[in-house]
């Protein structure tokens, strides 16, 4: 399986970097494949990049027939921001994978108690 995850706001590819190769490190071994969106790492003061950088991050990996499924790497009151610079039927497909994940993660993380670091 292939994702592909991107920063569609807060930039927490930055801002916590060793929570982040500890969760591809966890991804990588249970067989996925990952796919960097081009703003991983990146910051643009409180978001991962300007509003267009943003949604062309997420439509260079619509495009990218090879991937499976497109994670958010974190949510953020910015998001909502990009929706309209996406492209409307390709990103249709792929939103309910997108929200399906959102979901399973708040889910797991009402569940679940993050390690101490």
């Known amino acids: 399986m292939k994702v592909g995850f991107f920063s569609s706001s807060t930039p ?8 982040f190769q500890r969760a591809e490190r966890f991804m990588e071994s249970k067989g996925i494949t990952l ?3 081009n703003l991983t790492g990146q910051q643009d003061f409180y978001r ?3 509003i267009k950088r943003r949604a062309e991050e997420i439509n260079q990996l619509i495009h990218d027939d090879s991937i499976n499924i497109l994670m958010a790497t974190i949510g ?5 921001a990009i ?4 492209i409307p039927t390709l990103f ?3 939103l309910i ?5 959102l979901i399973l993660k708040q ?11």
Do not use: E, F, H
């Open 92 to 94: 249709y497909l792929k």
């Open 48 to 50: 991962s990049g300007s």
């Open 12 to 19: 927490i590819t930055n801002i916590s970097p060793t929570r």
């Open 107 to 117: 889910l797991l993380a009402i569940r679940m108690q993050p390690p101490c670091c």
């Open 97 to 101: 994978s997108i929200i399906y994940r």
């Open 76 to 80: 953020g009151l910015n998001t909502n």
């Open 83 to 86: 929706l309209v610079d996406l």
């Open 35 to 37: 796919v960097a969106g």
